[in-house]
Every structure is written in C-alpha cells, then in structure tokens.
C-alpha cells in the first residue's frame, strides 16, 4: 500500500456562500503537492464588518506552503471563484488557469492590482487537460448563471474527482455550453472517487427550470408595458442580459446597457467568443432621444447595491437619463439574504416616482443558477461517485446535501472549512485541520476579521465615542480641567445639562482628590478616567460609551 | 355649508411597515379636536441605526398641538401599535383607551416608564362607544396575529370612518373572536364615508388562509420528530403559540414556555380572559427531567434576536436546556425583511449542532396576521367606502392599495406621513402637510434621527476614528509633538511603519512651519492638521478617518 495519499481541504466557500478556495493535494503526509480550485471573495455588510472593502478567505496556510502549490485553476469567472486572484497572485505565485471568458475576468482582476496577466493561462475545455504536479486537470463545461461555468475532472494516481464548480442542469442555457449529460457519463464512466458538489440549492425542491423558459415571459411583461422600462439583472449573467435585450428588441425596443460591470461583462463575452449574437445597443446620449415607449435600460444594481445604475435611476438621475410616472423597472433576479433592505429601499423610492416595479415574486421573471435537490440527485446518478462532498454551502447547506447523499447509498462528509479531508480510501476521512478564517480588505489593508479593528468600529457605532484628554505638569499635578470631546453621544443628559460639562467637572473632582500613586501611572488615571466617564455617562444618557483617555505629561 | 371639517394626519406607518401613529381631527380648520390611533415603536438596525435603543415617530406637531387631543386609542396590543404609549404619555397627556387584553399591555409599557397606568381605560367591544370630543369610537373586533384586534368605528358629524386596523378575515382563529361579516356589514350598512385599511399584504395575490389550518400541519411533524423538538414565533402570537402547545399535547410532549416576553404575554391573555384553555405547561427546571423524545419548548425569537431565547439555545444553552443531536427545530413565522442574517445565524448554529431546522418554506406551519389582496377587496365589498385611504405600508404598498381601490371605482389617496388629508367631500383631498421624522431612543435619551449623532457614529464605523491632540505654549508655539491615538483602524499602513508614528511626524513637521496666524487660530489648526491626517491616512491605508482633533492651550 503506497503511503501518498490524496487531499481535500476547503479554505473557504465550506460554511458560507462566499469565498471559495479549495486545496486538494496528493503525494506523500504533508508534502502532498498542491492546486487550488477558485480564489474568490465575498462581501461585507454593516452588522459585521462595517467599512470593509472586500473580504477574503484566510490563505495563512496555503501561502505557507507556497513552495508545494502547483497551480491555480479557476471554474468560472464569478466575484465569489476568481475576485480574489489579483490581491494573493503575488503570495501564492502559481500560474492561474482558466477557460477564455473567465481568464479575460480573471485578467482584469490582476491588472487592476498591478499583477502581471500572463500568468492567467487560457485552457480549452475536456478533453484538454492540464499537468499540474500529480494532476491533471481538465474543465468539463456545465451551465451556470455566467459563460463558460466548468466542473473540473482532476485526475491523479489516487483517482478521479469531479469538482462540480457552481452548476445547474440546463440543456437550453441561451448562452454558453449546454448541460450534457451524455459527455458528463462518459467522462465518469471508469468510475469517480469523488463528488466535490455545489449545495447552494439544496433546499430547493423542485427541479431547476431552464433560462430559456425566462424569455417568452420577459416579452410579455415588455409588450405590457406603456411607457419606458429599465430591467436589471447580475452584470455577470450574460445569458439574462441577452435574454432580456432579445426580448426588449422582440417588443420593438431601443436596448441600453447601463452599468460598468454590465458593460465590462458583454465586452469580454464578445470578445472571448462566448456571445455570438446581442442585440443592436444604443447608447445613453442617443437613449435620450428615443421615445421612452420604444426604450429599454437593461442596468446594473440587482441587489440594491448603493452605487450601482439602479439606484441611482432610483434617486433620480442616471446618466441623464431619468424613470418617470407610469415607467416599469423590473428585478430579473433574486435578492440575496441580507440584501433586502437595499433593494426595498429602491423599490420605495421607485414608488414615489410612479414608476410600477415588477419582482419574482410570481416565478416567471428569473430562475437560479445553481442545481436543486433533484438536480443533485441526479448528477450523482450521472457521475455514480464513491463519496460525495458538499462545497459552496452554508453549513445547513453542506449538512443536508451530506444526509441526502447518504440517503442515496453514498459515503460523505461535512466538511467546513479548515477541515483536511482524506480521499484516497473507500470514504472520506477527515485527517486534520488547518487555521481559517476571514482576511478583511479595508481601503489598502489586509486585516484580520478577528484583530479587534473592526470590533473597535463596531462598538463606537452603537456605542459612541468619548476622548478625555488630561494634562499633567512636571510634579505631576493636573494642569487645568479634564477635557472632554465626543463623537456620536447625545449633547444633554438626563439631568438637562450639557454632557461635556458633567463630564469635566466629574472628572475633574476625581483628579483633584487623586493620590500621588494614581497621578503618577499613566495606567492607573486611564483607569480611573475611564470607569468614572463611563459612569457619569450612564447616569446621564443611560450609555457606557467607548472612551479614549490621553494623559499628557509636561515633564 | 359647515366650515367644519374631518381631517386624517399619519404621523407614522404611512410610508413604513411600523411606529403607527394616526391623527383625525373635526372641527373648524386648524382649530380641530383632535384623537390619536394608535402610539407604537419600529426597530433600529446596524445600517441606519446603529446603537438606536427603539424608534418613534417625530410627535412634534402633536405635541405642540397636545391641548387640543381628546384621546388615544389603542387597537391591538403589538408593539408596533402600542410600544410608545409609556414614551410619550406624559408630553401628551389624553386618555389611552383599549380593549381588555391591549390594555393590560398599555398598563405594562406605562408602569415601564414610571407612569400611571390608571389613565389607560379598558373599554369593551361594539357597541360600546367612547366619546371624544366631536368624536364616538367604537372597537369592532377583527382576527389578527394577536388577540382581540380591533378595527375602529370612527363617527363625527361628518360621517362614519372605519379604520382597519391590523387585520386578516379568519373565521376560525383558534384565540379571539373570529372576523363577523354579518356584523361589520351591519355597522357599514348606513354608508361609510372613508376606510382606512391595512395594507401590508397587498401584493399577496392569493386569500390569507386561517390560522385554524396550522394546527394538524405542525401536529404531524411533531409526531415525526425522532428527539426533542422546539419552536418558536411571535410571543405575541398567542393563537400560535396556543396552536403549537395544543399540538404538542396531542403528539404527547410536555410543554415548556421559555422567555420572559412570552411568559409575560401568554398571562396577559389569561388574565384578562382571552385565553380561556391553554395546556398544562411546566418549568424548565422539571423539562429537564422529561426524557428528550416527551418534551416540546416553545421559545421567543423568531426574528433571530441575539437575546432571544432562540439565539440562546442556538448559542448553546438556556434555563439549563440545550438542544442536541437529532433534535428538532421549527420557526412557525416568517422572517421579517431585514432579519434574514440572524436568522440565518441560527439556522447554522443549530446545524451545527446536528438539530434539524425547519421553516416555513412550504407554507405549511405558519399564516400571516394580515389581509391579502383578495381579502382586501372583500372587506371593500362589505365596508362599501365612499373612498379607501391605505395605511400601515411602505410607500409601494400604499401606492398599490390605492391602485386596487381605484380599479374598484373607489376614490383613494396616497397619503404618507405628514400628508394631512381632508375626508369631508366625496373625495379624499390633502389639505397641508407637517413635518415628520423619526424620534430615536438612545439609552435613556430621546434624539432626532437627523440630530447627526448617530450620522457621526455610522461614519467612525465605516471609516475609524483618528485623533490628535497638540498643546501650544504661552507663545503659541507647540509644545512637543503632536499626539495621535485611533480606533478602528490598522496599525501599519502601505509603507509598513506604524500608522500614528507617519501621522505624527507628518502633522508634528507641519506644525514646526506654520505661521503665526495658523497657530493662533484654533479653527485654523483644526483645519489644517484634520487636512493632513486624512490624506497622510489615505496614502498610508488608503481610507480617510474621521478626524476629532484637540488642541490645548497653556495660556
């Protein structure tokens, strides 16, 4: 029995929809050679990472172990699998592979970070493969919500494993590859050791509908329409905006994209070959002077993102370019959880225009990108692994697709990020973990989500701030008052007098009577200062807030 | 022709879903007498409200306009209706009228202020009226999530208003009285000049369905729980929760209440005999002497409050019961737009744990409290208004219920907050408007939402707080260096030397070249250093920090 042995081993994306980075290795104990599947980011929000630019995973680990990492190959082209190529290419130094579309993306993250873009090699798709140390790898096309979305066939000496990538089984995808079940049997058909399986939609219970049944629907809804209508989806979901043009043009409209990520998108599509055919695309200036019932905006801001086209149209004017009374703006997606808030707050403002919006909520506007239960149940039918691993899941997600996959007779494992996983047996058995976690982009930084930084923001959010700076002279005696500054605290109190006041003469009292020990510890009088203000502020204002003390000393 | 008229005034809930406060009037213009329906509270949230104890509506104008409110009148005991009563009894100072079961409540939230609960008057249903002023009010029972809802027979010399209230037509609702629609159509029978109606559920196409089908649905799964299993909704709901315990005794389990709110409402209905027959429940300290498989917990925490009794068992353990492998948890709600991340949280923690969680996501194990479309359009029927003025909506709900009664050959009118509206003609007409807003509670300090405190307390969690502090001598000149301390923010920048050592050097070379005039200008000081600090941050960390900058003086 050989002592090489093969690994898997999740950085993020194993516990969140977000992120995602898996390690799988093989050779012998801890000096298995490495890839990395997918280097993407997610993104923050004001309950826990307020002010945070873009958030990574942990890749202390990997970039430990630079020296065993082979390559890095990238599934699609998605902000979640390829956002975080540009700010680690340079940690890590693996060459980067991808299929056309996604290495163009892929690119323009490295440019836009300095980083050199041939290092993003263009593959083709299976039966092409790529010698990356023990393993070969190949990308198997699937559909998706992007172009050009692949599951990758990685072969080494321990076996075969399909990594499915973000997938759904649509064999009328509008844009990009077809699902083909015939190639994806063939390719499995010697026998897969594992399954590494998109959960997204495991709780779906309905198989998953086909982009092309969008379309005729989306017509409809056009020809309904009296006046302009603009109609947002993801910028990254070529096939949507092609459906949506395609049927804006089929009802007699002028088709606008609007949105620098749309734009950016459909450019790379037509350039990389993966979109053929697009509808005739008129710009902003000459939209002006279309009638606004023979135009359409197809725009940017699907998850009510604050900068984005739509809501800016939602505030009042996007290049020059205004929705009026009797207008239409239709949501040709999902709101992501967590994400309600922003695109009701569009919906709202759009209301007080008079504009009528039109959403999901019937089912007929958008369909999923990602598989559903009986779509998982069948790739497994399809590709008959030995194990399946659920990826690209919250833990609910992973935990569910683990049972049902056990449900249907096959080895699996619950697999959160950090969990090193051992494949090279007959089920999948965990072996080690690794440290992860979340590294912030905040403005140029990378910090660490747990360095106390942001929890110091967090708490002067609910908190509010409070500075007491004191002076002390050369023997040590206060030189003045107490003097205090805030920032987010209330200016009177309960007692109707100003706050800064109390304050200062609380504080100053306190320093009066101060002993010589306290006055000569800097320690000490931070101490002190800070239980009293916080004291006083309760007393006050029924808050403790975060208080900065400055003892400065004139010796 | 009078010169007297009725007017309608939403000082909060036309515009958002939460903090109700409705305003009618009679009498000569700007001299009329005056009654408030109801008096409630919404909730803060991390992105606009960081820190913000519980939300109000902006009574300025009531306030100031106090000597002429006759009453106040409660119609149904949620939070969103009653919650500020205790908060602004005494700046009013009318009686507060409610059924029974509200009233006990209203008592509640007064006695939390330190108020008389005397002043709240228990009434009882139709046909018993209040006078007011120019005004008589009667309750007119109504189904709803909570017990003994009411909607509000409104008569003046200028007709007859009907206001909604929160409401479904349920004809079974386990708790309270079900909807009668011999008996509103009795009192709607000699014409109804205006309805003000709930209009939360407008765009829910399909008739809401009675809380009486929940029942057998939650019975079956309670069966089919192998473990423990717990559930949780709205403590108010007190249908549900009797619906869930009545479940839960058939499928054999012993009953377990926990946290305070719903121990606390559950009496409220006892006492005040609402709930008439409610199984036999027992402590946590006896639950956790039941074998696992004989026990049921009903707990708070639906929405995924981080103090719930929810979050706690998800967090790990509660009255010193925690849930385990194989347990069992149902959310019998819906999740509220904007609490999706903390339920979310607890749906993983509870995976974790290897507890199986089920929601409603098949429609099965909960109903909403409010009227959808279809019932909408049946009260219509029943009320025959002269003209339907929506309330309790976001704009977009307003917008389309004023839509809906339009078609319905109804005279309407899209009034948010602030809009006074005059009912007297044939048609709704606004007549003024006055200023609006949101009150925050922060501690113990009431301030306005656009006060800046909490603006400046967003800012330091987006940005960090960065402070310098210099002392200038008898002569103006500096005295030492300047002195910078941060909060939330990195310690190294791009150039990998500690942030405040650059700042310090940067702002302490400024302040050797600065000129007479500068130094002795604290505005101008101020000025320049705040300058300085945020560009030498943004090179060094590319973000600008909020600046508070403290300059003292030995003079």
Tied chains: 1, 2.
């Excluded at 089929?250 to 088709?255: F, K, L, P």
Aim: hydrophobic share 40%.
């Amino acid at each position: 029995m050989s002592s090489e042995r093969l690994i898997y081993l999740p950085l993020g994306g194993a516990g969140e929809i977000g992120m995602n980075a898996y390690v799988y290795g093989y050779g012998p104990e801890n000096e298995e050679r490495l890839i990395l599947v997918d280097l993407g980011v997610t993104f923050s929000d004001m309950e826990t990472s307020p002010g945070v630019d873009l958030i990574f995973p942990d890749l202390t680990w990997l970039m430990a172990n630079k020296h065993r990492l082979e390559a890095i190959f990238i599934t699609h082209g998605h902000e979640d699998h390829v956002g975080a190529v540009g700010h680690f290419w340079e940690q890590l130094g693996a060459p980067v592979y991808a299929r056309a579309f996604t290495a163009a993306l892929a690119r323009h993250k490295m440019a836009d970070r300095g980083q050199p873009e041939e290092v993003v090699k263009t593959v083709s798709a299976w039966p092409e493969v790529t010698k990356a140390g023990p393993f070969s790898v190949g990308f198997l096309p699937v559909s998706h919500s992007i172009p050009e979305s692949a599951g990758l066939v990685i072969d080494c000496p321990a076996g075969r494993v399909i990594h499915s990538g973000d997938f759904k089984l649509d064999e009328t995808p509008v844009v990009g590859e077809p699902f083909d079940p015939e190639l994806w049997a063939d390719v499995c058909k010697d026998g897969v050791k594992a399954l590494v399986c998109d959960s997204t939609n495991v709780f779906s219970t309905a198989p998953g509908r086909s982009e092309a049944t969008v379309g005729p629907e989306i017509e409809k809804l056009i020809l309904s329409a009296p006046q302009m209508i603009a109609a947002t989806t993801f910028a990254s979901n070529v096939a949507r905006v092609k459906t949506l043009a395609e049927a804006g043009e089929r009802a007699g409209r002028s088709i606008c994209l609007m949105g620098r990520a749309m734009r950016r998108m459909i450019e790379a599509a037509i350039q990389t070959g993966v979109l053929d055919s697009f509808p005739k695309v008129i710009s902003p200036e000459d939209a002006r002077a279309v009638p606004r019932e023979n135009l359409m905006l197809i725009v940017t801001g699907s998850q009510g993102e604050r900068r984005a086209a739509s809501a800016q149209l939602a505030r009042g004017k996007y290049n020059g370019l205004t929705m009026k009374e009797g207008d239409m703006f239709l949501f040709s997606s999902k709101t992501i959880p967590g994400n309600e808030r922003g695109v009701i707050r569009i919906m709202n403002q759009f209301s007080e225009m008079g504009v009528d919006i039109v959403d999901d909520a019937n089912g007929h506007f958008h369909v999923s990108g990602h598989a559903n239960r009986p779509d998982l149940e069948r790739l497994q039918d399809i590709v008959k692994p030995q194990m399946v691993i659920p990826n690209h899941g919250e833990h609910r997600h992973l935990r569910a697709h683990a049972k049902l996959s056990n449900e249907r007779g096959r080895a699996s494992v619950l697999a959160v990020n950090g969990t090193m996983v051992d494949l090279t047996g007959d089920e999948p058995r965990v072996c080690g973990f690794v440290e992860t976690g979340r590294t912030y982009l905040d403005g140029a930084i990378k910090i660490g989500a747990l360095d106390g930084i942001v929890r110091d923001r967090i708490r002067m959010a609910l908190n509010g701030h409070l500075i007491v700076t004191v002076i002390l002279d050369e023997d040590d005696e206060p030189l003045g008052e107490a003097w205090c500054e805030m920032k987010g605290l209330p200016e009177l109190g309960r007692s109707n007098a100003p706050l800064l006041e109390v304050l200062e003469e609380d504080l100053t009292q306190f320093l009066g009577r101060a002993s010589e020990k306290t006055l000569t510890s800097d320690d000490k009088i931070e101490q002190e200062l800070r239980r009293i203000a916080r004291n006083t502020c309760n007393d006050e204002i029924g808050k403790k807030p975060e208080v900065t003390v400055i003892v400065s000393r004139m010796s």
